[in-house]
């Protein structure tokens, strides 16, 4: 707009007010009255939807129900916008929807959010629930994370008593370095990203990082092990073999000492249901993901959102 502004030389904020009041239709939006709350699309539902959340203004959070159909011509992505995560507030808004319609839904990807599973639950009555094959792996995969972090936390607690214990003798404390070249607290840090992964895609330099951090922590590559394992599970194509993989993985981890993923073995347990869902079509939240990227992208374009009505009318330009 600015650009615009400065090609004609005319004042930017000026011809940026006579674009939303005037030439954009803002004023005349149906949706107008309810902006702030919720916006509502029933057309665009289709047989598969997917829904999550995404930061709009100062960390409040909308929740947006979109379709999967994104390679029609016209883009009609989205089907709901709520402001909010409550439950009851989203089965409240899509309950504006006809029932008939909201029959249609067969099936809908989401996170592991309790609040989600509720709302869908309530309106979507003849769907099912699939939690995304990227929120179970990273649940996994952070409870590895989280055991690195602690390791890494008494390392730099030990370090600093050392440095403490050599400081009252009078003397310089030196780090043990290891085999190759980290010391404990590096090796901790470093590690992390080849921790994500497979062995067979380790650089030269990861490989020899990791001999040594297996090595010295053996707990960690007990977590390494169980976290490939349950990535695994997702190469298998059918419901009933995948159950067999959660079934043999969790043997695996009642049997360890590492409380981080009976933590999330737990969690798993309890979503277990929507979870295998993911084995029948193999359907992933990813065009969710996709579509709140293209959000982030365009509020970053405009520097923020300071008018998140006159926002969200330019999104229902774009996506509805």
């Not at 539902?45 to 409040?60: A, C, Q, R, W, Y």
């Not at 379709?67 to 504006?96: D, F, Y």
């Not at 792996?137 to 050392?162: G, P, Y």
Request: a positive charge; proline letters at 2%.
């Amino acid at each position: 707009m600015k650009n615009i502004a400065s090609y004609y030389n005319i004042d930017p904020q000026k011809l940026q007010r006579h674009y939303k009041h005037k030439v954009s239709g803002y004023k005349q939006w149906n949706q107008l009255s309810h902006a702030q709350d919720y916006l509502i699309y029933p057309e665009n539902i289709t047989d598969k939807l997917s829904i999550d959340e995404v930061s709009l203004s100062k960390g409040e959070l909308y929740t947006f129900v979109t379709n999967k159909n994104t390679n029609c011509k016209n883009k009609k992505s989205i089907v709901a916008v709520i402001n909010g995560t409550e439950a009851k507030t989203i089965g409240e808004v899509l309950s504006k929807i006809p029932l008939e319609k909201r029959n249609m839904v067969s099936e809908v990807t989401m996170d592991m959010a309790r609040n989600m599973a509720l709302a869908v639950d309530n309106s979507f009555p003849k769907c099912k629930k699939v939690i995304d094959r990227f929120h179970a792996v990273k649940l996994v995969m952070d409870a590895m994370q989280h055991l690195r972090v602690k390791l890494r936390w008494n390392a730099m607690d030990e370090e600093n008593n050392a440095i403490k214990a050599a400081k009252q003798r009078g003397e310089k404390h030196y780090p043990l370095m290891l085999s190759n070249g980290d010391t404990l607290k590096e090796l901790l840090v470093r590690s992390r990203y080849l921790l994500y992964k497979y062995e067979e895609d380790w650089t030269l330099n990861q490989s020899k990082r990791a001999s040594v951090l297996f090595l010295k922590y053996p707990l960690l590559k007990e977590a390494y092990k169980l976290s490939i394992q349950f990535r695994n599970i997702y190469k298998n194509l059918s419901k009933e073999n995948a159950l067999a993989g959660f079934m043999k993985w969790k043997a695996e981890v009642q049997k360890s000492t590492i409380e981080e993923f009976n933590i999330a073995l737990n969690s798993i347990e309890y979503h277990m249901e929507n979870i295998l869902n993911f084995f029948n079509n193999r359907s992933t939240n990813a065009n969710a993901e996709s579509f709140n990227s293209k959000i982030k992208g365009f509020r970053a374009n405009l520097r923020g959102v300071t008018d998140v009505s006159f926002f969200l009318f330019r999104l229902e330009k774009l996506f509805a």
